[in-house]
T-cell receptor
Framework: GAVVSQHPSWVICKSGTSVKIECRSL??????MFWYRQFPKQSLMLMAT?????????EQGVEKDKFLINHASLTLSTLTVTSAHPEDSSFYIC???????????????FGDGTRLSIL | KQEVTQIPAALSVPEGENLVLNCSFT??????LQWFRQDPGKGLTSLLL?????REQTSGRLNASLDKSSGRSTLYIAASQPGDSATYLC????????????FGKGTKLTVNP
C-alpha cells in the first residue's frame, strides 16, 4: 500500500518551455502533498507544501509564480515549472501523506521523481 | 536552522559485513527522524521512522537508533548484501505544526560481492 506515482519520469525540453509534473496517490487519499528538489550531490530541499483545495505554501526563496502548484483532488497534485531555464534542471520528487488514522503520525510516501533537463 | 549531516559520504564494504551509518542534527527539538533508501535516479523508499519518544526501531536486518539529546541517529545494517547498495538518507521533522523534512546529503553505500 501507500503508492505514489509521479509522471513523467524524465523530461528534456527547450529553454522557455513550461513543464507540468503530476503526482498521484494511488491507493490512499492525500490531503497534503510535498514537492522537493534535488540538485546533484545535494540534499533534497522542500519547495512547497500542497494542500487539497487551498493555496500551496512555498519555502523561502522558492518563486511561487515560477513553480505553480495545483492540488485539485485528494489524489492528485501538479507542479508546473513555467518558462523553464537551464538552472531549473534538477530532480523533482513529490511525496504524499495520508490522513488516517492520525495525520500527525503518518509518514510521507515518495514518488520515483522526475528528471528535468532544460536545454 | 536545522542542519542534518551524514557521515561518511560514501562507504564500500564486502558482502556479509555489518555496518553503521551515522546521522547528526543540530536542533534536538525534533518530532521524528526517518531513514530512507534512494536508488540511482529513483525516489525514496522509507526504511524506518523513529518518533522522538522512541530510542530505536527495527525492521529485518535494519536497526535505527535515536539519541535526541545528543542529536544523533545511527542505521545499523546486518549481514550486508549487494542489493543493499544505494544511497541512504536521514531526515528529521521538527516539533510543532510544520511537516517539513530536513534531509542530509546521504551516504552512498556499495556492497561488493
Amino acid at each position: 500500500g501507500a503508492v505514489v506515482s509521479q509522471h513523467p519520469s524524465w523530461v528534456i525540453c527547450k529553454s522557455g518551455t513550461s513543464v507540468k509534473i503530476e503526482c498521484r496517490s494511488l491507493d490512499f487519499q492525500a490531503t497534503t502533498m510535498f514537492w522537493y528538489r534535488q540538485f546533484p550531490k545535494q540534499s533534497l530541499m522542500l519547495m512547497a507544501t500542497s494542500n487539497e483545495g487551498s493555496k500551496a505554501t512555498y519555502e523561502q526563496g522558492v518563486e511561487k509564480d515560477k513553480f505553480l502548484i495545483n492540488h485539485a483532488s485528494l489524489t492528485l497534485s501538479t507542479l508546473t515549472v513555467t518558462s523553464a531555464h537551464p538552472e531549473d534542471s534538477s530532480f523533482y520528487i513529490c511525496s504524499a501523506r495520508g490522513t488516517e488514522p492520525s495525520y500527525s503520525n503518518q509518514p510521507q510516501h515518495f514518488g520515483d521523481g522526475t528528471r528535468l533537463s532544460i536545454l | 536552522k536545522q542542519e542534518v549531516t551524514q557521515i561518511p559520504a560514501a562507504l564500500s564494504v564486502p558482502e556479509g559485513e555489518n555496518l553503521v551509518l551515522n546521522c547528526s542534527f543540530t536542533d534536538s527539538a525534533i518530532y521524528n527522524l526517518q531513514w530512507f533508501r534512494q536508488d540511482p535516479g529513483k525516489g525514496l523508499t522509507s526504511l524506518l521512522l523513529i518518533q522522538s519518544s522512541q530510542r530505536e526501531q527495527t525492521s529485518g536486518r535494519l536497526n535505527a537508533s535515536l539519541d535526541k539529546s545528543s542529536g544523533r541517529s545511527t542505521l545499523y545494517i546486518a549481514a550486508s548484501q549487494p542489493g543493499d547498495s544505494a544511497t541512504y538518507l536521514c531526515a528529521v521533522r521538527r516539533q510543532g505544526g510544520s511537516e517539513k523534512l530536513v534531509f542530509g546529503k546521504g551516504t552512498k553505500l556499495t556492497v561488493n560481492p
